[in-house]
């Protein structure tokens, strides 16, 4: 009967295996058709003369606000671990951090990153739903901290796009994102999962919804928790538009910083959309399309995106010697 059931669970993992490696092949598909049609489109000697000409020093800077981000970011977990109970060092959160960002470049998006952390946290204080809800709540702080940024920046400075003003569909985001934020923390869908569930007599899935709500209601009950991670979302984003400003600059370029803060955070947005590996492809695509706005060239627009592009991959590999050095104590324990 065991090797029934084995035989069985093999036989349905393999498909799935061969669904995600046919997924991850057309995702870097897509990625490469939308670069070569850019790298079509410029000239590639301008793109190599202006990089040869790179302040290294202001590339440097961007590559410091980077990193100071990602210590930023885990302090933000931390702040959101506590009212869930779970007692994990800053020091240990840190080191998830740069993990996920190192698997960020081999998982379909960029929060891909995201489910690396929530496993291992999950592993680590053997509580997987308290773990997920502090990695979602960490992901959803920082996102309504982008919208918040993009759309003070495009009302004061009353940025546009192909004509239009981008405060009209920000606005429309950041309701949205309030919206299900109420719902996320709100009895009543929870309680609608439950008897739904209840009446489909899946009883696991309505210990699910239970533990689901306890987890997030634990956020209901400290705003100030919740105050202080989108606080220092706030100024995870600001030192994001600050380097790709500081990228700018390296590059001999100069143009006004508020344009940065609208056009940075949208870039962030599109990036997370499951359509490309890493965002790679769609993030230089918005470069071009939002910059050229700015009268800056396409040359230009798609070397500041390669920039930021590189940026990450180099802050990224303390998370390859993170990575490392867990398994070889996972191995030295398992012995």
């Given at each position: 009967?065991d ?31 939308l670069?070569g ?13 202006a ?24 302090l933000?977990?931390r702040?959101?671990t ?20 190192f698997?960020?470049?081999?998982l ?5 990153g995201?489910?690396v952390?929530?496993y ?12 997920l809800?502090?990695?979602f ?10 919208l918040l940024v ?12 192909a ?15 309030l ?14 999962l ?65 344009p ?7 870039i962030?947005?599109l990036?997370?959309l ?9 993030r230089e695509?918005?470069?071009?399309l939002?910059?050229?706005?700015l ?15 590189l ?10 010697v ?13 012995r």
């Amino acid at each position: 009967m065991d090797r029934e059931l084995a035989s069985r669970a093999i036989s349905e993992e393999r498909p799935a295996r061969g669904r995600g490696w046919r997924r991850l092949g057309v995702k870097g598909a897509i990625s490469a058709f939308l670069l070569g049609l850019l790298f079509r489109r410029v000239d590639l000697e301008q793109m190599l003369g202006a990089l040869a000409g790179i302040r290294p020093e202001l590339f440097a800077i961007a590559l410091v606000l980077y990193i100071g981000g990602q210590l930023l970011s885990a302090l933000r977990w931390r702040v959101l671990t506590a009212p869930l109970g779970l007692s994990v060092s800053y020091g240990r959160l840190v080191a998830l951090y740069f993990l996920g960002m190192f698997f960020n470049f081999f998982l379909p998006t960029v929060i891909g990153g995201d489910a690396v952390k929530a496993y291992y946290l999950a592993r680590e204080t053997r509580d997987a739903v308290r773990a997920l809800a502090s990695v979602f709540m960490d992901r959803n702080a920082g996102l309504g901290a982008l919208l918040l940024v993009a759309l003070v920046a495009a009302a004061v400075g009353r940025v546009e796009f192909a004509g239009r003003p981008l405060v009209v569909p920000l606005l429309g985001g950041t309701i949205l994102y309030l919206l299900l934020n109420f719902a996320l923390l709100a009895d009543a869908p929870y309680r609608g999962l439950k008897r739904l569930f209840s009446a489909a007599r899946m009883m696991s899935l309505v210990e699910l919804a239970d533990r689901a709500h306890e987890a997030f209601g634990a956020y209901r009950s400290a705003p100030l928790s919740l105050g202080k991670a989108v606080a220092l979302s706030l100024l995870f984003h600001l030192m994001l538009v600050g380097l790709n400003y500081a990228n700018a600059r390296a590059l001999g370029l100069t143009f006004d910083l508020l344009p940065f803060c609208v056009f940075i955070p949208i870039i962030s947005l599109l990036s997370m959309l499951p359509i490309t590996l890493y965002g790679l492809g769609v993030r230089e695509y918005a470069f071009v399309l939002f910059f050229s706005q700015l009268g800056m060239t396409r040359e230009a627009s798609l070397l500041l995106a390669l920039l930021w592009f590189l940026v990450t991959v180099l802050a990224s590999l303390p998370g390859a010697v993170v990575y490392v050095t867990s398994g070889r104590s996972s191995s030295d324990h398992s012995r």
